[in-house]
């Protein structure tokens, strides 16, 4: 099976997990597993298909992807209650799922368009929609709103991976420099707090003060 099938079977699965999880913090049924699992496991995925014109999306094309995210949230269903931390272990299951998505939207968004700058902005979409989408679907802060390094990560390994490949450079060696990567600037965003400086000045003036 080549790499990339094995990078977006493992992409879909982790974010899947993510967004069970995410049904297990609302405790919800099993049907609210499910949909969360699918629509966390795809959604970055399918965003990438429909802006390169790839239709049907993945997905239909093969539907085993809607059957790893369901099995995956049947998982989660019956052994989220074993995790001490859920939200510790979703946010670092994000993590790894989108360091692995990254790479695959690179290579997906390379392989349709030839066009680096498009490889690593489907990279980036690929890796990160999935995570709004849980975070939308289930009222909670958007991981776009955290504090620490998210975007930056998948671009980073979007651009590693882009870069290496262009270079020449064996297509498993540019994915694993791609993952690493990512993981290695979200991980450390992560564990030790990095954010970039915030916007900061003076509120602006109440519309009643305006002359």
């Keep these: 099976m080549p790499l990339f099938v094995y990078l977006d079977y493992a992409g879909v699965a982790l974010f899947a997990a993510t967004g069970a999880l995410a049904a297990s913090r609302k405790q919800l049924d099993l049907i609210g597993f499910l949909f969360f ?10 965003v990438r298909d429909i802006v390169l014109g790839r ?18 949230g049947i998982l989660v269903f019956f052994t989220a209650h074993l995790v001490e931390s859920r939200y510790r272990l979703l946010i670092w299951l994000d993590a790894v799922g989108l360091s692995a998505y990254c790479v695959m939207g690179a ?28 975070d939308l679907l289930a009222n909670e802060p958007s991981v776009l709103l955290r504090p620490e390094i998210y975007i930056t990560a998948a671009l980073v390994g979007a651009g590693l991976f882009t870069v290496t490949n262009s270079f020449g450079l064996p297509l498993h060696l540019a994915s694993a420099i791609g993952v690493a990567a990512a993981f290695s600037v979200r991980g450390g965003a992560l564990y ?17 003060d305006v002359m």
């Design 37 to 46: 699992a699918v629509v966390t496991g795809t959604g970055g995925g399918t």
């Design 55 to 72: 239709v049907p999306v993945f997905w239909v094309l093969n539907p085993a992807y809607i059957v790893i995210c369901c099995a995956v």
């Design 107 to 134: 290579a997906k968004g390379l392989a349709a368009t030839g066009s680096p700058t498009i490889g690593i902005v489907t990279g980036t979409l690929t890796a990160t929609f999935g995570g709004v989408l849980r």
């Design 192 to 208: 030790f707090g990095w954010t970039f400086p915030t916007y900061k000045t003076k509120p602006g003036r109440h519309p009643d």
